[in-house]
């Protein structure tokens, strides 16, 4: 699961949360095996974690039902209250997942300026961390961004990394999207020959998809 909402999907990266010193572990051959980011979050003790999640976990839940309920500036408080707690408490990923949410949310009420500004403060921080589904989310909502700002060029970029991130994780329903994206814009810019192979694509892998599903029933 995700506290950013661009990152729920069937391939989501898994959460740990670990009880105590969680020593030199490696997640690497999980990770490999099953397709997926894994997460760790450690807590010194109960009293810890009982305090540190209900306070996180009530600001971000109760941002995304405000946001589910359309009242974006009720949600946009909350998220940036969780961000605020997780900036105060050096917890990096929670960090990366506040900028993300705050940005989200930002461009769905249109204040694309602001959603940019948060946007640029996590993408380096997501870079870092390496979680490619979340980083995926990032370059998706940076290149919406671009695009309903008026920025069609600086739009391409964006959704062709978050493409190619895709296409390493095999997120079939990321491919589609972001796809789409890549060929509107370029089918906006008058590059039809090119925006027809990205639409092309999409026909292909929606084929390949529904012929897999075929074989294994």
Not at 38 to 59: C, D, I, P, S, Y
Not at 194 to 211: C, L, M, P, Q
Request: with cysteine; proline share 2%.
């Amino acid at each position: 699961g995700s506290f950013a909402r661009g990152d729920w999907h069937t391939s989501s990266d898994i959460d740990i949360f670990v009880l105590g010193d969680p020593g030199p572990y490696k997640y690497g051959g999980i990770e490999t095996s099953l397709h997926r980011e894994l997460q760790m979050h450690a807590f010194k003790n109960k009293k810890e974690l009982r305090a540190l999640t209900l306070q996180q976990n009530v600001f971000v839940n109760l941002g995304h039902i405000f946001n589910i309920r359309g009242e974006n500036a009720v949600a946009l408080t909350y998220f940036q209250m969780n961000l605020d707690f997780a900036k105060s408490r050096n917890d990096d990923d929670s960090v990366i997942l506040g900028f993300l949410n705050v940005g989200t949310v930002n461009f769905e009420i249109k204040n694309y300026k602001e959603a940019i500004r948060n946007l640029d403060l996590g993408l380096p921080l997501a870079e870092k961390r390496g979680n490619n589904r979340l980083l995926a989310g990032y370059y998706s909502t940076f290149g919406d961004t671009f695009f309903h700002f008026g920025e069609l060029n600086k739009s391409i970029p964006y959704y062709e990394k978050g493409l190619k991130l895709a296409e390493k994780i095999n997120d079939y329903s990321q491919i589609i999207l972001l796809s789409s994206q890549i060929g509107r814009v370029l089918a906006l810019q008058a590059d039809l020959i090119n925006a027809k192979k990205y639409f092309t694509t999409i026909i292909e892998r929606s084929e390949e998809r529904r012929v897999g599903k075929e074989c294994r029933s």
